[in-house]
């Protein structure tokens, strides 16, 4: 708001700084028109009085429209830093547990195999079969849950990567891009009057 004041003051003083430097104008004036300097030092003032009017009557409205979208950027903000703090936590969480996975998989393939050999030892011709059969069954589990797991992982990994790309996204809004919404709005101002 200061910064839009700032200039529309600077406006005002160039406009009177330039009818002020051309004295010959003025002179020109009064010599063709009977007003002679007076009716340009009434141009400037009715210049400087519908600047003035506007920027009175506009303070409020662009105040509000920039306190509003401060606080929305703000909330976003916070919002999409809940987000991401919630994301690496779902990613250690992940990462621990495809950690603990591996071992987890070699742990009950191991025990699989070894509870196969010693039923296979005790009953070597009778349960031969049953044997071969319980350790094909707990290979398609682990093949299954595997699948599972990585089916689960892979799910996760694209929502997060979703959600890390809309932070990044949101993230490089600049202050130049802050500025050319601002430069395009008191632009769009300025061709509706």
């Known amino acids: ?23 010959a104008n003025a002179l020109a004036s009064e010599e ?17 009085l519908v600047v003035g009017l506007l920027v009175w009557a506009t303070r409020k409205p662009l105040a509000n429209f920039f306190s509003g979208r401060t606080q929305a ?32 998989l070699q742990e009950i393939q191991n025990s699989s195999e070894k509870e196969a050999r010693k039923e296979y030892q005790r009953l070597v011709e009778a349960a031969g079969q049953d044997a071969e059969k319980a350790l094909e069954r707990s290979r398609q589990e682990i093949d299954a849950m595997t ?30 891009d802050h500025e ?3 430069a395009r709005f008191v ?7």
């Open 1 to 23: 708001m200061r910064n839009i004041k700032a200039r529309v003051y600077s406006l005002i003083f160039w406009g009177l700084a330039l009818v002020a430097a051309l004295p």
């Open 32 to 48: 063709s028109n009977k007003w002679g300097i007076w009716l340009d030092i009434g141009r400037v003032f009715n210049l400087a």
């Open 73 to 104: 950027i703000r909330e976003q903000l916070e919002e999409a830093q809940k987000a991401r703090k919630n994301a690496e936590e779902k990613l250690a969480e992940i990462e621990s547990r495809m950690s603990r996975l591996d071992d987890e």
């Open 147 to 176: 699948r599972t797991a990585r089916q689960e992982l892979k799910l996760h990994a694209a929502e997060l990567a979703v959600k890390l790309a809309e932070e990044k996204i949101r993230g490089e809004i600049t202050d130049a």
């Open 180 to 182: 050319r919404l601002l």
């Open 187 to 193: 632009t769009g101002l300025g061709e509706k009057q």
